[in-house]
């Protein structure tokens, strides 16, 4: 039985996010299709506590940045894998041509489940992850930071601001916006 497809299209970004199935916190990974657009910056350097995360360039051209490392460009068919707990981002390195990537996460934990609640906050409000309001963005990475970390900030720094933000969030109501996160099984 064919997995269903889960597509979450920022339109406004360029990027399309395509899942295969239900975010499963058990599996042993989580693989998924990355789009973005001629020209886009990716995502700000993030780092994974808990997971590897392995990309696979299917068409165009890729600039990764892993922290303590010059820029690598991969084209199709090239492969990099940045270990748990190394700040990293990635772009799309052509003006031209869009990017598309197969991601793999190992192990899957809740990270299609944070992307994904991610995604539909930023198409809710815009389309564009700067969209994204900060009351939902704050209680996203509240719930997530044993496996997910903004670069560039002490993770104490992350804790306190983002316990505060997600604090705000619930007495708001704001928090309702963001889905249940996934229990262990």
Wanted: glycine share 10%.
């Amino acid at each position: 039985m064919e997995k269903e497809k889960i597509v979450l299209n920022l339109e406004n970004e360029g990027e399309c996010l395509t899942f295969y199935g239900e975010p499963d916190f058990s599996a042993p990974g989580v693989e998924f299709e990355c789009v973005l657009a001629p020209g886009s910056k990716g995502p700000e350097p993030h780092i994974h506590t808990a997971q590897t995360e392995t990309f696979h360039v299917v068409s165009g051209v890729m600039i990764a940045r892993l922290k303590g490392q010059d820029e690598i460009t991969l084209g199709p068919g090239e492969t990099i894998t940045v270990p748990e707990k190394i700040e990293h981002s990635f772009s799309n390195g052509s003006a031209d041509e869009p990017l598309v990537t197969r991601i793999v996460v190992e192990p899957a934990l809740d990270f299609q489940w944070f992307l994904s609640e991610a995604a539909k906050s930023a198409i809710r409000n815009g389309g564009n992850w700067k969209d994204m309001p900060l009351l939902e963005a704050g209680r996203l990475m509240w719930l997530s930071r044993d496996q997910q970390r903004v670069g560039g900030m002490p993770y104490v720094v992350q804790d306190i601001l983002f316990g505060a933000i997600s604090l705000l969030a619930m007495l708001t109501g704001r928090a309702k916006n963001i889905g249940p996160k996934p229990r262990r099984v």
